[in-house]
């Protein structure tokens, strides 16, 4: 079963920066996509970034231009890379990975979550 961690969330104020880093493990399965999402006080949860295991990537409007994220396949880790951040980007950021299981007639995705690492950013 994957299991996803996150750390690097804290506390920053705004235009600073924050890295957060997920690591995957525990599943003999192959990691497709991997992403960040984030969660808002009173909010629904919204993407921020995904990235595919080929390395194409997709971002949220609110976020292009200030967050990057990569990937590490060797190490089974995903990052996000967070500038100039903003008191809008304030929430819990959830790892989120998912994998394809089942032979090529009868495939199916199974999606994975981390805990959640807060981010808090002060005007």
């Known amino acids: 079963q994957l299991q996803l961690v996150e750390s690097g969330g804290g506390l920053v104020q705004a235009g600073g920066s924050l890295r957060l880093s997920c690591a995957a493990s525990g599943s003999r399965f192959e990691i497709n996509d991997m992403g960040w999402y984030r969660q808002a006080p009173g909010k629904q949860r919204e993407l921020v970034a995904d990235?595919?295991?080929?390395?194409?990537?997709n971002y949220a409007g609110s976020v292009k231009g200030r967050f990057t994220i990569s990937r590490d396949n060797a190490r089974k880790m995903v990052y996000l890379q967070m500038n100039s951040l903003k008191p809008d980007d304030t929430a819990v950021y959830y790892c989120y990975a998912n994998q394809v299981r089942g032979p090529v007639e009868r495939q199916f995705t199974v999606d994975f979550w981390g805990q959640g690492t807060q981010v808090t950013v002060s005007s």
């Open positions: 990235i595919t295991s080929g390395g194409g990537t």
